[in-house]
């Protein structure tokens, strides 16, 4: 009889150690809400802070008044305002979570990184979420209003380049036809008459091509009243002209097509990497947080 109440005490002890110890694990385990919550207030808070400095810093940098060769270019403008924000993202997730895993209270370290994980991500979706609300569009704004003054410190030197650029862009049919109307010295039917074959000739397909640009020559002889050898001269001059005129559009459109798509296919996978770096960051401020059991031993009873 001893002995059977002696082993139902050790099952008894046996069970409420179990009990304890699964109680102490769930509590080393669970999730302070409200230190996560305040992890993600400072984050939030450093990252305005660390953006608007950055923003006074680029634009005290600019100089109005100056020339665009005394001023930053876009291009390193880009990149120190991407290289400031990418810095100002890790501090603030590193702040975020060591304040959350500070005021957790765990002295776990895998618990403490936790809380600051899931600072970082909680404040990822915070910010997520503003950029498409009235909050991102303000900041936006704010963004593309020093976007601006960047653009307008070289504005005098676009609108000196503007005639140029005027002369080597746009629809070469219509130079073609301004300049065979500027040409012509007969009636403004025949002139009319040679621009339209010209065109035809052009904007015609292989098919049919050689009658049209015979139809072309002819019309241009008559209109500038010139022999129709010269005008058959004149009329491959301004097709070899057009044809250059569109392979150099072609290729500025390819060249712009492949800029654009390995701008975006860099831009996703920087991106994908600054996420990860600022879950890093999250990570390493909830362990630099975590509370020392001494701290704990230390800190007065209630």
């Known amino acids: 009889m001893a002995s059977y109440e002696n082993d139902r005490q050790r099952v008894a002890a046996g069970t409420a150690s179990i009990a304890d110890a699964a109680t102490a ?23 305005v802070i660390l953006t608007l400095v950055g923003t006074g810093i680029g634009t005290g940098v ?30 603030a997730a590193f702040v975020g979570g060591y304040v959350a895993a500070r005021m957790s209270g765990r002295a776990d370290r895998t618990a403490a990184a936790l809380h600051g994980l ?54 070469p049919l219509d130079a073609i036809e301004n300049q065979v109307r500027a040409t012509g010295t007969d009636p403004e039917a025949l002139q009319a008459n040679a621009v339209n074959a010209i065109r035809a000739l052009l904007t015609g397909g292989a098919d049919g091509a050689d009658q049209a640009r015979q139809e ?19 009329v491959a001059d301004i097709e070899q002209r057009y044809r250059s005129a569109v392979e150099t559009a072609q290729e500025r459109a390819t060249q712009a097509a492949d800029a654009a798509a390995s701008a975006a296919s860099k831009g996703s996978l920087l991106a994908a990497l600054a996420l990860v770096l600022g879950a890093a960051a999250g990570w390493l401020g909830g362990r ?11 800190r007065p009873r209630v």
């Not at 241009?220 to 005008?231: D, K, V």
């Not at 630099?288 to 230390?298: C, E, F, K």
């Open 216 to 234: 072309a020559a002819e019309a241009l002889a008559q209109a500038r009243g010139i022999p129709l050898p010269e005008a058959q001269q004149q």
């Open 25 to 47: 694990t769930a509590a080393l385990n669970r999730v302070s809400w409200g230190a996560i919550f305040a992890g993600v207030s400072i984050a939030l808070a450093t990252q």
């Open 62 to 91: 600019l100089d109005p008044a100056a020339g665009a060769a005394e001023n930053p270019t876009a291009a390193s403008f880009s990149i120190g305002a991407g290289l400031w924000a990418l810095g100002s993202a890790l501090v």
């Open 118 to 171: 899931t600072t970082w991500a909680f404040t990822t979706l915070v910010v997520l979420y503003l950029l498409t609300t009235t909050v991102g569009a303000i900041v936006g704004g704010a963004v593309s209003g020093v976007a601006s003054a960047i653009g307008g410190v070289g504005q005098t030197a676009i609108q000196a380049a503007a005639p140029a650029i005027a002369n080597t862009d746009g629809d």
């Open 288 to 298: 630099s947080g975590v509370v020392r059991a001494h701290t704990l031993a230390a």
